[in-house]
């Protein structure tokens, strides 16, 4: 550990808390260098020198939801981005690794409004709305692709009990500035890379047409007609339980944070249960999507009451569920 452990740092000359929210082309000589002058003036170490091991994994901060012009911007996202910043820079000397997840899509995937056709209309459905295998069947809704796959895979999901298939906006595309992360955030990991020499790490996910990919571990369905479209990222799973704490934050805590916990857990219960101890959730570096509503303002979905839930659920199985002002205490 570094030997500035229990040293509270400063936050660097470029961080502005009024920008996190704003898009702007990442200053990556700027920051490496004045990451480099950093580590000097506060003793800084090389991260392969901790004798504990601290990771920070953020899901999804990515533009498509975290800036507020994105399709599926999530309220709240811009104010986590900056505690999730402030987090990095306040404990820069603790985290020694850092993950982040890339949700990656393309135009034809089966939530995205190209996938279907409202068969009242003729036209794609907007975003928000909800297909159920029942709607397929009374042909509420054509799939425009895959028709005997799509009802196959919306029969799967909705077996599981978690959600039924949601379309989303287009987001998050690859190749697209949705892509990105947020670029204070991109800032952040690139001063840690520097400061503490060690790689940021990347994990993507979401680019099989024919299903959801909340969780970073695994998709929503895994097997469509016999087709497999996926399965547990077994080596992610374990880069993070190589740790001796794993801090989680992210969007949304409805989605992609919730599944991605509920897999990490259920996978911890079947390795070994007291891996859970490692887990540290920043409950206040993540938000829900809002709640889905019919035209007359009845709630169809409630998503954020979902991921209260799920956090509740998460504490009561033995993860630790903190804040990210909390001192990181090793």
Same mark, same amino acid.
């Given at each position: 550990? #570094?030997?500035? /452990?229990?040293?509270?740092?400063?936050? +660097?000359? %470029?961080? &502005?808390? @009024? $920008? =996190?929210?704003?898009?702007?082309?990442?200053?990556?000589?700027?920051?490496?260098?004045?990451? #480099?002058?950093? /580590?000097?003036?506060?003793?800084?170490? +090389?991260? %392969?020198? &901790?004798? @504990? $091991? =601290?990771?920070?994994?953020?899901?999804?901060?990515?533009?498509?939801?975290?800036?507020?012009?994105?399709?599926?911007?999530?309220?709240?996202?811009?104010?986590?981005?900056?505690?999730?910043?402030?987090?990095?820079?306040?404990?820069?000397?603790?985290?020694?690794?850092?993950?982040?997840?890339?949700?990656?899509?393309?135009?034809?995937?089966?939530?995205?409004?190209?996938?279907?056709?409202?068969?009242?209309?003729?036209?794609?459905?907007?975003?928000?709305?909800?297909?159920?295998?029942?709607?397929?069947?009374?042909?509420?809704?054509?799939?425009?692709?895959?028709?005997?796959?799509?009802?196959?895979?919306?029969?799967?999901?909705?077996?599981?009990?978690?959600?039924?298939?949601?379309?989303?906006?287009?987001?998050?595309?690859?190749?697209?500035?949705?892509?990105?992360?947020?670029?204070?955030?991109?800032?952040?990991?690139?001063?840690?890379?520097?400061?503490?020499?060690?790689?940021?790490?990347?994990?993507?996910?979401?680019?099989?047409?024919?299903?959801?990919?909340?969780?970073?571990?695994?998709?929503?369905?895994?097997?469509?007609?016999?087709?497999?479209?996926?399965?547990?990222?077994?080596?992610?799973?374990?880069?993070?339980?190589?740790?001796?704490?794993?801090?989680?934050?992210?969007?949304?805590?409805?989605?992609?944070?919730?599944?991605?916990?509920?897999?990490?857990?259920?996978?911890?219960?079947?390795?070994?249960?007291?891996?859970?101890?490692?887990?540290?959730?920043?409950?206040?570096?993540?938000?829900?999507?809002?709640?889905?509503?019919?035209?007359?303002?009845?709630?169809?979905?409630?998503?954020?009451?979902?991921?209260?839930?799920?956090?509740?659920?998460?504490?009561?199985?033995?993860?630790?569920?903190?804040?990210?002002?909390?001192?990181?205490?090793?």
């Amino acid at each position: 550990m #570094s030997q500035t /452990a229990n040293k509270t740092l400063p936050f +660097p000359s %470029f961080f &502005d808390t @009024n $920008k =996190v929210g704003e898009l702007y082309y990442s200053r990556d000589a700027e920051v490496a260098a004045i990451a #480099s002058a950093y /580590a000097k003036a506060n003793g800084i170490t +090389p991260a %392969f020198e &901790d004798k @504990n $091991k =601290v990771a920070l994994f953020v899901i999804d901060g990515q533009v498509g939801f975290c800036w507020p012009g994105a399709s599926l911007f999530v309220p709240g996202a811009v104010e986590d981005v900056t505690r999730i910043c402030e987090f990095i820079y306040r404990n820069l000397n603790k985290i020694s690794e850092m993950h982040f997840s890339l949700d990656t899509h393309k135009a034809f995937q089966i939530f995205h409004p190209s996938f279907w056709i409202d068969n009242a209309t003729g036209e794609a459905p907007g975003p928000f709305t909800l297909i159920s295998a029942q709607d397929i069947k009374d042909g509420k809704y054509t799939p425009a692709l895959y028709p005997h796959e799509c009802l196959a895979y919306c029969e799967e999901l909705e077996k599981t009990g978690k959600y039924v298939l949601c379309v989303w906006p287009y987001h998050t595309m690859l190749g697209s500035i949705g892509h990105a992360l947020l670029p204070a955030l991109f800032e952040a990991a690139m001063f840690h890379a520097i400061a503490r020499k060690k790689q940021t790490k990347f994990e993507t996910k979401g680019m099989h047409p024919l299903t959801e990919n909340y969780s970073v571990l695994s998709p929503e369905v895994k097997n469509v007609k016999g087709q497999v479209v996926g399965q547990f990222n077994t080596r992610f799973f374990k880069a993070l339980m190589e740790n001796d704490r794993v801090y989680i934050c992210g969007q949304a805590s409805s989605h992609c944070v919730k599944t991605t916990i509920e897999d990490l857990l259920r996978e911890i219960m079947a390795v070994d249960p007291d891996l859970v101890k490692k887990v540290y959730i920043l409950e206040d570096c993540m938000s829900p999507v809002p709640a889905v509503t019919d035209a007359d303002g009845n709630v169809l979905v409630d998503f954020p009451a979902m991921a209260t839930q799920a956090l509740a659920d998460f504490k009561a199985a033995g993860m630790n569920v903190v804040l990210s002002t909390e001192s990181v205490v090793l």
